[in-house]
């Protein structure tokens, strides 16, 4: 009898050992904590930028007449370049560093995190959701790094996907992550972008004019950085308003829910989420309703494996 429960006692600790691990429910206090270091991460990568603007600007325009008149014996055009470039160039300057650590870093994780807490919120209305799995998939979503510092936009570098990513289920979810990828991109991607080329083009046509002399090559390099940035906005809004196929199961994909996945069908709520190795992806704006398994068999494009 000794045996059988020594034997009865080691199965059952070997099924615990290897059974899957589920996420404790985050404790009172953790989302707004994690937000917190959040802004102070946002901060670290933008608010650098902020500060040499706002000294780099005023100090380029008390410059600009000394750099006009250093300038003044290659011509009118040179010493009126050299003019505007003292103050254009830290002005892009500032701008890049400000717009595209905001654009490349910034956005892109909370515009993931937006789309998981909407889609665990439709989960909820209809009944397969649970604040439990709500709270468990935002702290994940806030949890996950800034992406790296990337080349200056345009074009935008799309990020590698989040270690969690939504996971869209039928049309009226997939409605909603093309909807809030449309947001995105009007209230963020193209305005923050147009700004960043304002500054390009100014000082495109400033470096050259100051350089060249000519007046036609500065309007020329104006009008080439204009369009580049044009030319970015346009895909932008295209591929945000691509409508995301709606999600299979991945091989290798995992829900981030506290809940076991056997309990889900028992109310225990279905995550709006799934747990990703790090792959590439092709659209910097709709990268929050996209979800590529690396493990996967097959490729699953502006999607994610199933959330249960």
């Known amino acids: 009898m000794r045996v059988r429960l020594s034997l009865s006692l080691a199965a059952g600790l070997a099924l615990c050992a290897t059974g899957p691990a589920f996420a404790a429910a985050p404790p009172p206090g953790a989302l707004l904590g994690e937000f917190a270091q959040n802004q102070l991460e946002n901060c670290a990568a933008i608010c650098p930028y902020a500060l040499q603007g706002a000294v780099g600007v005023p ?47 910034v956005v892109p994780r909370f515009q993931n995190g937006v789309v998981i807490g909407l889609l665990d919120l439709m989960r909820i209305g209809g009944g397969t959701g649970s604040v439990g799995a709500l709270r468990t998939d935002l702290l994940a979503a806030l949890q996950q790094p800034l992406p790296p510092v990337a080349p200056t936009p345009p074009p935008l570098t799309t990020p590698a996907p ?45 470096t050259t004019l100051a350089q060249s002399g000519d007046p036609v090559a500065a309007a020329q390099a104006g009008l080439d950085a204009a369009g580049a940035v044009a030319a970015e906005n346009t895909r932008i809004l295209e591929r945000a308003l691509t409508t995301p196929s709606t999600s299979g199961t991945g091989a290798g994909a995992r829900s981030t829910s506290s809940e076991p996945a056997d309990a889900a069908g028992a109310g225990a709520g279905q995550s709006a989420t799934v747990t990703v190795g790090a792959t590439g992806s092709d659209d910097p704006v709709g990268t929050s309703s996209t979800s590529t398994n690396s493990t996967a068999a097959t490729d699953s494009t502006d999607s994610a494996g199933d959330g249960d």
């Open 59 to 105: 100090a380029g325009v008390l410059a600009a007449p000394g750099a006009a008149l250093a300038a003044a014996p290659g011509g009118p055009f040179r010493a009126f370049g050299a003019g505007a470039a003292a103050v254009t160039g830290p002005a892009d300057a500032a701008m890049t560093g400000i717009i595209g650590n905001d654009l490349n870093q």
């Open 162 to 206: 989040f270690g969690i990513t939504p996971a869209p289920q039928g049309p009226a979810e997939t409605a909603v992550v093309q909807g809030t990828n449309a947001f995105f991109a009007a209230a963020f991607y193209v305005p923050e972008l147009s700004l960043l080329g304002a500054t390009q083009t100014a000082n495109a046509a400033a």
